[in-house]
């Protein structure tokens, strides 16, 4: 079965960064798409960055634009996210999830990494 763990959440102050990490395992990364998101308490999950990984074509939602950037490393199944100038907002449960290219949705999903921005 495909699965997802990401890793690399925690407190940080505004301003700082994280590095987030989607590990897959039973499948290869070369054919889907993955996608990061997040869900803060009493809001709806917001995409927040995606890649294909076949191609590396890059997606972000406008909120993180110039301060997040997604990457991959095919070799090793694993996706990161790079989150940098952290704001308060940004504080959220982080999920990765993956669909293979050409389908619609994302159709696996990791658990989630807790991030915290707070001075």
């Known amino acids: 079965q495909v699965q997802l763990v990401e890793s690399g959440g925690g407190l940080v102050q505004p301003g700082g960064s994280l590095r987030l990490s989607c590990a897959a395992s039973?499948?290869?990364?070369?054919?889907?798409?993955i996608g990061w998101f997040r869900q803060a308490p009493g809001k709806e999950r917001e995409g927040v960055s995606c890649?294909?990984?076949?191609?590396?074509?890059?997606s972000y939602a406008d909120s993180v634009k110039g301060r997040f950037s997604i990457s991959r490393d095919n070799a090793k199944n694993t996706a990161y996210l790079q989150m940098n100038s952290l704001k308060p907002e940004d504080t959220a449960v982080y999920l990765c999830?993956?669909?293979?290219?050409?389908?619609?949705?994302?159709?696996?999903w990791g658990q989630g990494t807790q991030v915290t921005v707070s001075s």
């Open positions: 999830a993956a669909r293979l290219v050409g389908e619609i949705q994302f159709n696996y």
């Open positions: 039973r499948f290869s990364l070369d054919y889907y798409v």
């Open positions: 890649i294909d990984t076949s191609d590396g074509s890059t």
